[in-house]
T-cell receptor, first 114, second 115 residues
Framework: SQELEQSPQSLIVQEGKNLTINCTSS?????LYWYKQKYGEGLIFLMM?????EEKSHEKITAKLDEKKQQSSLHITASQPSHAGIYLC??????????????FGKGTHLIIQP | ETGVTQSPTHLIKTRGQQVTLRCSSQ?????VSWYQQALGQGPQFIFQ???????GRGNFPPRFSGLQFPNYSSELNVNALELDDSALYLCASSPGTGWGGTEAFFGQGTRLTVV
């Protein structure tokens, strides 16, 4: 079965600093979803990547999927208090039309210090 | 605003009881899936429905069951509740047949506490 490992598990960053969160898969990724979660709340969709080498950006957040499609990174530039939360990566088990839901990593807890 | 609504937001049940959680998906989203998230863990896939039929299931016992209705609403039913069932339950909807390259949106979750 597929496993996703996220690193670091937790991160404390001073406001205004850049940071990177990594997600590594034990198998080839057929898609990679990034979500943000406030403690005890639902998941907020950030980005979805599918192709090797793909990179997407939204506001100050950039996500990349490596060429081998086994690792993804999420980079935040000039962090703000609103970026605080838990970041989760999730991946489908199969390519296209998978009916086995998403496998998630355990999440990265991000704290922004003023 | 994801367009996915779950109810109730919080629930307390006694061990052995049965519970029904509800989810209202975005219009046009034919796929709905349910997840269980224990404290400090990532969400775990329970099962998935496509056009009112279950088409995928994770490693959960049969006492976890579900329904999907034509009006894009769905239910998660859990029988014979156990203390370990205490968790945040999330539903997600997407327009495609699964997770093949389409965006997928989650509800805000239902916090279930079993005492």
């Amino acid at each position: 079965s597929q496993e996703l490992e996220q690193s670091p598990q937790s991160l404390i960053v001073q406001e205004g600093k850049n940071l990177t969160i990594n997600c590594t898969s034990s198998k080839t990724l057929y898609g990679l979803y990034w979500y943000k979660q406030k403690y005890g709340e639902g998941l907020i969709f950030l980005m979805m990547l599918q192709k090797g080498g793909e990179e997407k950006s939204h506001e100050k957040i950039t996500a990349k999927l490596d060429e081998k499609k086994q690792q993804s990174s999420l980079h935040i530039t000039a962090s703000q208090p609103s970026h605080a939360g838990i970041y989760l990566c999730g991946a489908p088990a199969y390519s296209g039309g998978g009916a086995d839901g998403l496998t998630f990593g355990k999440g990265t807890h991000l704290i922004i210090q003023p | 605003e994801t367009g996915v609504t779950q109810s109730p937001t919080h629930l307390i049940k006694t061990r052995g009881q049965q519970v029904t959680l509800r989810c209202s998906s975005q219009s046009g989203h034919n796929t709905v899936s349910w997840y269980q998230q224990a404290l400090g863990q990532g969400p775990q896939f329970i099962f998935q429905y496509y056009r009112e039929e279950e088409n995928g299931r994770g490693n959960f016992p049969p006492r976890f069951s579900g329904l999907q209705f034509p009006n894009y609403s769905s239910e998660l039913n859990v029988n014979a509740l156990e203390l370990d069932d205490s968790a945040l339950y999330l539903c997600a909807s997407s327009p495609g047949t699964g997770w093949g390259g389409t965006e997928a949106f989650f509800g805000q979750g239902t916090r279930l506490t079993v005492v």
